[in-house]
Structure formats: structure tokens, C-alpha cells
């Protein structure tokens, strides 16, 4: 499976001899350097240890689409044709997954309206001919086939309803050092807030960050801030959203 091309970091440092005299020779000055090499190596060690091991699973199209469902795994433990194929030793993607009930759904219809037709013809057929008994299970039997096609009616509405929700908001300008909430509303309400959450922020520069975010009432979206880290220059980028439902 093709994963993010992440790449861990490297951190370098060099000790050089300084003059006897002058502040790069003080107890002060050189404690303050050893102070930030202990930050810079903590800061790699995260990003090396945590941030890229948890990227580098997803798949290579998350480095284009972003956090949607064709770009997060269903389940890579999952061996069954729901989370895997087969074919190529692969895990199926949240998106592929939802496309493949949806076929077997759409398949399942498909035969289940035959077999539901050629039935109310038999049954007709042996009505007119006095054949009662018969056809009075025929038409038992079309009363469960009945209720199977309402069943997998009730199957199809529930993937429709489970399915990932994602939403891409352009960002204001944000003034430099400075920060904007943003809303996100999703194209469809969800009944509550009972669903997960993934953001992103995308910005050519890399000073925009999202510091928080937060649910509004009713399961209409998110409220997220974002912050400009860029001293000098204002930026805007865009939010890519993907709510699963719990």
C-alpha cells in the first residue's frame, strides 16, 4: 500500500571554540543554547516518534485530498472483501467500502425485483386456473420477499446516513501574529453532535494553524481558530473538514 512519502528529521548541531572574553563565552549565554537544543531535540523526538508514524499510515491520496473518506483506511485488520482487496493486498479506504455495499445493495434489489415479478405472474397464472392452494403460498412467499426488499430499503438508508461528511472552508485574511474563528457547516445537519471530527488547514506558506475548534448546537458544523504564526504578513488558506458519524 502506497503511504505518505514522510521523511524523519534530522537535528545538527556543532560545537565551535569562542574567544575567552566577549558574552558567547558566559555561563549565561551557553546555558541559554544548551536550553535550546534540549527544546529543538524534545521537538524532533515528538515529530519523529508521534506525528510521522501516525501519518505515514494513511494512504499516498491523503497528501492531495486531504482527511476525506477516499483518503483514510477502514480497517487494515480487516481482511474481509468489506475493508480489503483482494486483488491487489491492499486495505479499501472508508469511501471504497461505502461504494461497495452500495453494490451489493443495488445488486440485491436487482434480483430480489425479478424473483418478486416473475412470482406475481406465476401466482396470477395458477389464480385463474383454480389453483388456490398454490398460489396461496406464492403469495406468502411474495410477502417475505416483500419484507426482505423493505429491509435492505431500511440497509441503504442507513449507509446513506452513516456516511462521511466533508466540507472545505476558505479562511479570512488573517492579520499577521493574528487569529480568526472560522464556521464550518456541513451541506447536510446531523441530528446532534455525536460524530468525529478531522481538520486541516492548507496553506502554501505554513504559518496558518489550527490552535482549537469546537461543535456549534444543533449538528450544523464546527467553529474553528485558526492562527497566523507569520509576524509580518497576513495569509488566508483553506479548512478541510470530514465528520464521521459514532
Known sequence: MATLPLTPL??????RT??????????DYNDDQNDGLIDLTSLVSFINGTLIPLLQVLPSLAAAAGLEGRAINTDSTNLTALCFNALTSTPLTVAQSLNYLQNLQTNLQSQITGLSTQVAVLSSQLSSTNQNDISLALQNFQSVLNTTTATLNALQTSVNN?????AQVVTPSIAASNHASVVVGWATAFTGNNYTVALSVEDTTGFLQIDSWSYNAGGVGLTVKVTNTDPAAAHTGTIHAIAIPA
Open 162 to 166: 452513516n456516511a462521511a461528511t466533508t
Open 18 to 27: 569562542v574567544p575567552s572574553n566577549g558574552s558567547p563565552s558566559s555561563q
Open 10 to 15: 534530522a537535528l545538527v548541531s556543532t560545537q
